[in-house]
């Protein structure tokens, strides 16, 4: 963990609602995440909210399995962070809710994997976050967004008919303890 937690806790003492978490996700989390990945055949693999790269890290070292991979994290002391750690990964320095204006039209398949703290971010960045999701999901035939959310608690509502959560497991070993969530289309 001492890739990020510097530039982790300055960016959380900046900006705590954007930050949305008391410590970056452990190993625990990240093997979990991870093995969700791989529950189907991943596709192009998006990271939105990198952080201090924990979780990237996990990504970055299983991307010869991914037709793509690449990063939003919008919080510059992190972006930067990851930028230097991960010099040949694309790392978009800006809002994840931008995953829609990326040329998709030729995936089949596209995995989120997210880390954003939606219940506490502002409303209007939530709205955009899920629209986003919404769109690049409905020209995807093959589309997951994998979440981890804190007290068992759904993320966020389903943003459109078509997508369902799906309760995964509950990592004890993080702090808080992180349950998995996967939306897919029904």
């Not at 978009?92 to 880390?115: E, I, N, R």
């Not at 608690?153 to 309760?167: D, H, I, V």
Request: charged letters at 15%; proline letters at 9%; aromatic letters at 10%.
């Amino acid at each position: 963990m001492s890739h990020g937690i510097f530039p982790f806790w300055q960016a959380l003492l900046n900006n705590p609602k954007q930050i949305g978490a008391i410590w970056p996700a452990g190993s625990s989390l990240t093997a979990a995440m991870l093995k969700e990945v791989f529950a189907a055949a991943p596709g192009l693999v998006i990271e939105l909210g990198g952080g201090t790269g924990m979780i990237t890290q996990g990504l970055f070292d299983a991307r010869t399995h991914f037709s793509g991979l690449m990063v939003f994290e919008r919080t510059p002391s992190l972006a930067n962070c990851l930028q230097n750690r991960f010099p040949d990964l694309t790392i978009h320095p800006t809002c994840a809710s931008h995953v829609d204006q990326l040329d998709l039209s030729q995936q089949d398949t596209l995995t989120l994997v997210s880390s954003l703290p939606f219940r506490s971010l502002p409303p209007c960045d939530r709205t955009r976050l899920e629209m986003s999701i919404v769109k690049v999901s409905a020209g995807c035939p093959r589309f997951r967004l994998i979440q981890y959310s804190y007290f068992k608690r759904e993320p966020f509502p389903s943003p459109a008919a078509n997508l369902r959560w799906r309760q995964k497991q509950t990592v004890m070993r993080n702090i808080p303890p992180a349950t998995l969530w996967v939306l897919e289309k029904t």
